[in-house]
């Protein structure tokens, strides 16, 4: 569930079956890191969908609203670092490519040992 969503689910689809899932693992007691990313530009004109205007901002802060509900970890945008940057992107124009995916394990390494740090071990 992420950025492909906007092209054929509707926000509030997305919104519950995340929430539906960490739901889950909440009562699991499974320690969680919700990733959030932002809407590709074309989500706020995705009318087919049901989409308007207001769909990226709602779309960003869904992450970290559900986050904030469910007690579990935040990184709040994927690309942190890696946006902007056509020398960190595939030929695609939008997926990291090994420097930006390193650009992206080095930003996303403290929340990662922080939920490490949540996990009980026996």
């Known amino acids: 569930m992420g950025q492909n969503d906007c092209a054929r689910i509707r926000l509030d689809e997305t919104r519950a079956n995340i929430d539906h899932i960490l ?12 990733v959030g990313t932002a809407a590709y530009d074309y989500c706020s004109s995705t009318l087919s969908a049901g989409h308007g205007a207001d769909y990226a901002g709602p779309f960003s802060r869904m992450f970290s609203e559900l986050a904030a509900k469910h007690g579990d ?9 890696v946006t902007g940057h056509p020398e960190l992107l ?23 040992q922080a939920l490490l740090a949540r996990v009980d071990h026996p």
């Open 73 to 81: 970890l935040l990184y709040p945008d994927f690309k942190e670092g």
């Open 90 to 112: 595939q030929a695609d124009r939008d997926h990291p490519n090994a420097a930006g995916d390193a650009i992206t394990v080095i930003n996303m390494l403290p929340v990662v």
């Open 23 to 34: 739901t889950i693992l909440a009562e699991k007691r499974v320690p969680v890191l919700v």
